[in-house]
């Protein structure tokens, strides 16, 4: 058999392994909640009107979802408490614990609703 072949043949059987580990994991349903969050936030960020720049819009530090968060008054608890929800759910889904995973996403998403 050649190189080649067996380089093949080596990785085949590689995805095959991972096949199973991805059909159990909730990172779509974390990345399709961390999506609508994100719009979410924006959405709501846009809403308040005009405020004074903080010290790190100053230092030219880039936005994140949770500096808007937590910016924002009112939702902005809401929307920072489903921040840590998902990031729950991340460290679930490494560990494997599909339920505690799945169970972060549901708190996430009612707080979106």
């Known amino acids: 058999m050649t190189s080649i072949a067996k380089c093949s043949v080596a990785l085949f059987a590689l995805l095959c392994a991972t096949m199973p580990a991805l059909a159990g994991s909730c990172a779509d349903d974390i ?3 961390q999506a609508q969050l994100d719009l979410a936030i924006e959405k709501d960020a846009g809403s308040h009107g005009w405020k004074p720049e903080s010290l ?3 230092r030219s530090h880039q936005p ?6 937590e910016a924002e ?4 608890v809401d929307f920072t408490d489903a921040l840590d929800s998902l990031d729950r759910a991340r460290t679930a889904n490494r560990a494997g ?3 505690a995973c799945s169970r972060e996403i549901a708190h996430a998403r009612a707080i979106l609703r």
């Not at 994140?64 to 968060?69: D, E, I, K, V």
């Not at 008054?73 to 902005?76: L, S």
């Open 31 to 33: 990345a399709q909640t």
């Open 56 to 58: 790190s819009a100053l």
């Open 73 to 76: 008054g009112g939702n902005g």
């Open 64 to 69: 994140t979802p949770r500096s808007l968060a």
């Open 97 to 99: 614990d599909i339920a």
